[in-house]
């Protein structure tokens, strides 16, 4: 609620896994890094430990500029890379 005293940007593990030393966390922002798009913030208890379950849905995450992003031409399809990511565009034949 209000303005947080600090925020910290962690990362999870391979499994998945927060591990926030050095901070006590009242709420967590997912965020997607490809799209710089982040989420409602989940509240939780810093006294006690959470298992959270994130789904995120399709064409719900807001519209990204790719004006003037770079395309590489790879076999038959068009690739953008942007973070971590790449995205493939296959041509669709009718």
Do not use: W
């Not at 926030?20 to 509240?43: I, Q």
């Amino acid at each position: 609620e209000g303005t947080p005293d600090e925020l910290h940007f962690l990362q999870a593990d391979e499994t998945g896994a927060l591990h926030p030393d050095n901070c006590s966390v009242t709420s967590v922002r997912p965020v997607v890094p490809m799209f710089e798009v982040a989420g409602a913030p989940l509240k939780v208890s810093p006294a006690t430990g959470h298992r959270l379950s994130l789904r995120f849905v399709p064409n719900d995450l807001g519209h990204i500029a790719f004006r003037a992003e770079p395309l590489k031409l790879d076999a038959n399809a068009l690739v953008l890379e942007r973070y971590d990511a790449e995205i493939r565009f296959l041509r669709v034949r009718p």
